[in-house]
DNA sequence: GAATAAAGACCGACTAGTTGGTCTGTTTTT
DNA sequence: AAAAACAGACCAACTAGTCGGTCTTTATTC
């Protein structure tokens, strides 16, 4: 009646992301998800194509999530913020997919590793595009590499696995809106940023630093 | 009369920087070589060691170099750019150790990554202490949590082990540029930022956007 | 400087344990 | 009754690491 293949996924996600993937055996998620070599091997094909399955989860949530905030919205600024705001969120909701996604990547097959880098490739295209698309409308600084500022944008809140935890300092709420803010204040051209700014960013919970 | 101990870190840092830890084999590395089990065992304790002397060069070198740009510079401005554009330059020349260091830290035995720990830990906090100093100061924007801006940094650059190629269309100079500027862009003042960035940016290749 | 001794560098067959995966059979659902 | 869901003994392949032995370099003595 419990639902086995779900049980392994959840199981397999928690050990993965304490131990890695090459540092738990199938035999260990078969002993913690309570079912056996027959059980596993019954709804996966092979360990790797579970390792597949949970990088596909997360990636196709996080590209859905962007294309929605990229069709909502209107103006670049607007987009890069919820673009921004809702990837940051992921962070929360998927942390265990993460971790293994952006460490285990290394160990998919060919065809498991082609699927998944066009799918994230696309994600990193809509961010380049956004940031392109706000030069051009001369909302964003022209002076500034589309490529390179997108990767720093990926890159800072790709880190947030690496350090974010439930219960921290932060909520992941205030780590998206800083970082929007962080984001905004690169990308608008500085003459534009304080001003138009304070409606943007309703300042929350900053003034505690003393 | 070749010094093996460099040869095989080297080969192995290749190898690990292709297929991971787990994707590689002792015996790989050995045949990979030009050696013998007994030669690598001479030389290593384990492949654990190895794979910890990997991580503490790397780490060790980082934050010497930061350690030097702390003290050579006195204003905070000064300093995180110079520690900025010193982490960054580390990609071109650590490269396959980086990949190592962030994506096989997990399998770090618990004694080499308490070291290991420590000596990142350490170089973590003096990025926020940087930042903290310019806020104290009154360079930096007071308004900005020290954690959260400085994770920001952190992730910006530590991310650049996923995306840099040596052959790719920017040259490591032009990304640490642009991520200096990007980051005084949302460090400093937005009054103080356009006018006191011309003499700090000397903008070199940015006007071939079209 | 030749002879000898000692230490370090290296070799490779071997082992004990683990790994992912299979296969036959049983139970449970449709 | 047939098909799907699961159990668990089994296996071939591979793993990190060992160990007795050899070669090469260095230190010491005559």
Redesign the pocket.
């Known amino acids: 009646?419990?639902d086995?293949?779900e049980e392994i996924l959840q199981t397999s996600l928690d050990l993965f992301d304490l131990h890695g993937f090459?540092g738990?055996?199938?035999?260990?998620i078969v002993e913690a998800s309570?079912?056996?070599?027959?059980?596993f091997?019954?709804?996966f094909q092979?360990?790797?194509e579970l390792l597949f399955v949970i990088h596909d989860t997360f990636i196709t949530y996080v590209f859905k999530e962007a294309q929605a905030a990229n069709v909502h919205h209107s103006s670049p600024t607007q987009k890069i913020q919820a673009i921004i705001h809702s990837f940051v969120q992921v962070f929360d909701l998927y942390k265990p997919h993460i971790s293994v996604f952006y460490q285990e990547s290394t160990y998919l097959k060919p065809a498991y590793k082609a699927q998944i880098k066009q799918k994230r490739d696309e994600f990193k295209n809509m961010i380049f595009l956004v940031i392109k698309e706000g030069q051009e409308s001369g909302e964003f600084r022209r002076e500034l590499p589309v490529e390179i500022t997108g990767m720093a944008v990926l890159g800072m809140v790709n880190w947030i696995y690496k350090w974010y935890k439930r219960d921290g300092a932060y909520t992941i709420d205030q780590i998206a809106e800083v970082f929007t803010d962080l984001t905004l204040h690169f990308l608008l051209p500085s003459s534009k940023s304080p001003a138009s700014m304070e409606d943007l960013l309703h300042v929350p919970f900053f003034y505690d630093n003393k």
């Open positions: 009646m419990r086995l293949k090459h738990v055996s199938v035999n260990q309570g079912t056996s070599k027959g059980g091997y019954h709804h092979s360990k790797d």
